[in-house]
C-alpha cells in the first residue's frame, strides 16, 4: 500500500479537528445546560471516523451510532444542521425531531446515529443489498462499537452480507468498554476481528489512534467491496476519553487515570500534526489558524441555532408518515 | 369507462391473490424484491410457488434464518431506493425482528427530519387452528398497531388479500400484511387486473339493521356464518371488515354503530389488550350518544394457544361465540 499524499494527510487532519472541535465546544455547552441533551462524546476516536470516511464517496452510505457526530461530520456533516438539531430547533438536520442520537442526512448517505447498539449494522446491509441490488457501484460502511458485537443484529447482519459478498465494510470501534464494562467482563477473546472468520469474511485489526492506518486498511475494504468481493470487519482499536455520556459523565468509578492518560499519550490528532509539521506540508502557524476558523465557524453555528425557532407544536404530527404514495 | 361487469373476474383463493398481487407489482416495478426464509421454494405455506420461475434469484431472495438480519436488511433497502417485500414466515417469529421494525423502520422518517422514504412491506402469517400451538399461531397485530409510523393491514378474503398487498408494496411507508394461514384455501372472485384497496377503508361486507360487528381478518367470514343463524331468529347484523388497522377508519365504523346503536368487536387474537378494545373505545367516542349497550368485544381467552385440538376448538372465536353475544347483546336496552 503507498503511502498516502500529502493532501490525503492533511484531508484526515481537517476531519478529525473539525470532530474535535466540535465535540469539545458542544461538549461544554451541552454541560453547561444549554442544550436540551447530553452527548456521547466522540473525542479520542477522531481516526476511525476521519480514516473511513476519507475513502467514502458522497453516494456511499454510513450507520452510526450513539456516539455518532464524529461520523456525521466525517461524513459531509455541517456544523450550523448538527447544532441546530442539537439544540432542538426546526431548521435542524432532523427538524428537531431527532438529537443528537438520531442525526442524519440521507442525501449525504447518513442512515442515521443510532440509539440502539448495533440497530445500524442490519440496515448498512440492507444498502449495501440495495446498491448491489441496483446495479450502483457504492458501498456501505457501519460503524459500531465493541459493545454491539454481542447483540444478535451483528452476527446476523456479518452473516448475511459474507454469503452473498455485499459491497459493505463493517468498522468496529473497539474502544474497550460497552458503556462502563470493560471487554474483558463482555466478551471472552481479545481481537474482535477474529470473529469475521466465523462468518467467512476478511477480518483486520487497525491501530484505531492512527487516522493513516485507519485510511489504508479502509482503502482496501473499500476497493474489496466495490469489486463485488464482499465485506471486511475492521476492528479498529481506539479510546473514548471521556465518559460513556457526557464530559462530568456519571462519575462511576471504572477505569484508572493512568489508563486514560496512557492513550491520551497517543492521541491520534497530534500525531497527525506533528507527522505533517515534520514533512513540512503543515506549520505550526497554519495548524493554530484551521483551529481558529473551525473554532469561529463552531460559534457562528452556535449564535444561529440559538437565535433559530423551535419547531411548532403542529410539526408534532408531520413526517410520522409519508403522505403521498409513488 | 369500465364498468365492473366488464371486469374479468374468477374465483381464486386467498393464497393465490396475494401471489398475483406479488406477481403483478414485480412485473410492473424493478425496485420490488422478495425476500425471506425459503421463499425460492415458495416458503412454507406455498404462497411464493411460481416467483422464482419468472423473477430469478436476483429477485426471490432466500435469507437464512434471521429475522433481525432480514428485516434489518429490509429497511436499509428500503430507505435506499428500492422496495422490498420482507417475509416474516409465522407472526410469532415478529419478535426476532421487532426492533429493526419497531425502532428503525417506524421512526427513521419521524428521527429524520421527514427525509427518509420507507417502502418497506412486510407479509406475514397470523391464526390459530391447526395445532401447531403456541409459537406458530398468534395473532400479535395489537402490538404492531401501537407504533407510530407503522400501518398494519389484515385481509380477510382474496379480494381483500389481492388488492391491500398491492396497495402495501405500493406505499412509501412500512406497512405489515398479516394474513391468515388458515385462510389460504378461502375461494372468492377476484379480477384478473391489479387494484388497489386504499390503506386506511373499512368495507361494509354485509347492511343490517340491530347490531354492528366489527370482525377482523378470518373473523369476517364467522360473522357471516353468525348472520345466517340470527337472521333466522330476526336478528340482522350489520358486518363491517376494517381491512387496515392502523390507520384506522373509525367514521365508517362509528357510522354504522350510530344507526344499529349496538357493537361488536370480533379478533381471532387475545381479548386482553387485543386491537379490539382500542376499536371499541374509538366507536363509542364517537356513537356513544346512540348506543343502546355497551360495545362487546370476542378475542381469544388469556392463555397462549394450546396444542390439543379440543382445547384449540375452544379458544378460538367462531361462528357460535358470535351468535350467542349478539343475542345478548340484542336483547339489552338502556
Known amino acids: 500500500m503507498p503511502d498516502p499524499s500529502a493532501e490525503v494527510l492533511l484531508d484526515l487532519y481537517r476531519r478529525m479537528v473539525r470532530i474535535r472541535l466540535f465535540e469539545e465546544v458542544g461538549g461544554r455547552v451541552a454541560e453547561d445546560g444549554r442544550m436540551p441533551t447530553v452527548l456521547h462524546l466522540y473525542i479520542g476516536q477522531e481516526a476511525v471516523a476521519a480514516g473511513v470516511c476519507a475513502n467514502l464517496r458522497p453516494d456511499d452510505q454510513i450507520t452510526s451510532t450513539h456516539r455518532g457526530h464524529g461520523h456525521f461530520i466525517a461524513k459531509g456533516g455541517q456544523y450550523r444542521p448538527m447544532f441546530s438539531e442539537l439544540f432542538g430547533r426546526a431548521n435542524g438536520a432532523c427538524k428537531g425531531k431527532g438529537g443528537s442520537m438520531h442525526i442524519s442526512d440521507i442525501d449525504l448517505g447518513i442512515l442515521g446515529a443510532n440509539g440502539i447498539v448495533g440497530g445500524g449494522i442490519p440496515i448498512a446491509v440492507g444498502a449495501a443489498f440495495s446498491n448491489k441490488y441496483r446495479g450502483s457501484d457504492a458501498v456501505s460502511v457501519s460503524f459500531f462499537g465493541d459493545g454491539a458485537t454481542n447483540e444478535g443484529s451483528f452476527h446476523e447482519a456479518a452473516n448475511m452480507a459474507a454469503l452473498w459478498k455485499l459491497p459493505c465494510v463493517l468498522v468496529c470501534e473497539n474502544n474497550f468498554y460497552g458503556e462502563w464494562t470493560p471487554q474483558h467482563l463482555h466478551q471472552a477473546i481479545e481481537y474482535i476481528a477474529d470473529r469475521a472468520a466465523g462468518y467467512g469474511m476478511p477480518g483486520v485489526v487497525v491501530d484505531g489512534m492512527d487516522a493513516v492506518a485507519v485510511w489504508s486498511a479502509t482503502q482496501e475494504a473499500v476497493r474489496r467491496a466495490r469489486a463485488g468481493e464482499g465485506p471486511t470487519l475492521l476492528e479498529c482499536r481506539t479510546y473514548r476519553y471521556f465518559d460513556h455520556v457526557g464530559m462530568k459523565g456519571l462519575r462511576i468509578a471504572y477505569r484508572s487515570q493512568e489508563e486514560v492518560d496512557s492513550w491520551k499519550a497517543r492521541d491520534p490528532i497530534q500525531a497527525l500534526e506533528a507527522r505533517l509539521v515534520e514533512a513540512g506540508a503543515l506549520s505550526a502557524e497554519e495548524a493554530a489558524a484551521f483551529k481558529a476558523e473551525t473554532l469561529a465557524e463552531i460559534d457562528e453555528a452556535i449564535a444561529f441555532a440559538e437565535a433559530s425557532p423551535f419547531p411548532d407544536p403542529a410539526e408534532l404530527l408531520t413526517d410520522v408518515y409519508t403522505e403521498a404514495t409513488s | ?334
Not at chain 2, 406477481?23 to 422478495?34: A, N, S
Not at chain 2, 403456541?134 to 389481492?162: I, R, T
Request: aromatic share 6%; proline share 5%.
Open chain 2, 1 to 334: 369507462m369500465t364498468t365492473i361487469t366488464e371486469i374479468q373476474t374468477r374465483e381464486i383463493s386467498y393464497l393465490s391473490a396475494i401471489s398475483e398481487a406479488i406477481t403483478q407489482c414485480m412485473r410492473e416495478d424493478d425496485d420490488v424484491f422478495l425476500v425471506g426464509e425459503d421463499v425460492r421454494l415458495g416458503s412454507v405455506f406455498h404462497v411464493y410457488n411460481d416467483l422464482l420461475a419468472e423473477f430469478g434469484e436476483r429477485r426471490i431472495v432466500d435469507s437464512p434464518i434471521s429475522e433481525a438480519g432480514l428485516m434489518g436488511l429490509g429497511v436499509g433497502a428500503a430507505a435506499t431506493g428500492t422496495r422490498p417485500v420482507v417475509d416474516i414466515m409465522f407472526m410469532d417469529f415478529m419478535g426476532i425482528a421487532l426492533d429493526q421494525l419497531v425502532n428503525q423502520a417506524a421512526k427513521m422518517k419521524y428521527m429524520f427530519g421527514g427525509k427518509a422514504r420507507l417502502p418497506l412491506t412486510v407479509m406475514t402469517m397470523a391464526g390459530a387452528g391447526g395445532s401447531i400451538a403456541a409459537q406458530h399461531s398468534q395473532s400479535l397485530e395489537a402490538w404492531l398497531c401501537h407504533v407510530p409510523g407503522l400501518k398494519v393491514v389484515m385481509p380477510s378474503g382474496p379480494y381483500e388479500a389481492k388488492g391491500l398487498v398491492r396497495s402495501a408494496i405500493r406505499e412509501d411507508n412500512p406497512v405489515v400484511v398479516v394474513c391468515n394461514k388458515w385462510s389460504l384455501g378461502i375461494m372468492g372472485p377476484v379480477p384478473e387486473a391489479s387494484y388497489d384497496i386504499p390503506l386506511g377503508q373499512a368495507h361494509v361486507v354485509r347492511e343490517g339493521s340491530d347490531v354492528s360487528v366489527v370482525a377482523l381478518g378470518r373473523m369476517v367470514h364467522e360473522a357471516m356464518a353468525a348472520a345466517t343463524i340470527l337472521a333466522a331468529e330476526g336478528i340482522d347484523i350489520e358486518i363491517l371488515d376494517p381491512r387496515t388497522l392502523s390507520p384506522l377508519d373509525v367514521e365508517t365504523l362509528a357510522t354504522s354503530v350510530r344507526k344499529t346503536g349496538r357493537g361488536l368487536v370480533v379478533h381471532e387474537a387475545v381479548r386482553f389488550g387485543g386491537i379490539g378494545g382500542e376499536i371499541a373505545a374509538a366507536i363509542q367516542e364517537e356513537a356513544f350518544d346512540w348506543l343502546e349497550a355497551p360495545i362487546m368485544r370476542i378475542g381469544a381467552p388469556f392463555s397462549p394457544v394450546p396444542f390439543s385440538p379440543s382445547l384449540e376448538k375452544a379458544y378460538v372465536p367462531n361462528a357460535d361465540t358470535i351468535v350467542q353475544t349478539v343475542r345478548h347483546l340484542h336483547a339489552r336496552r338502556v
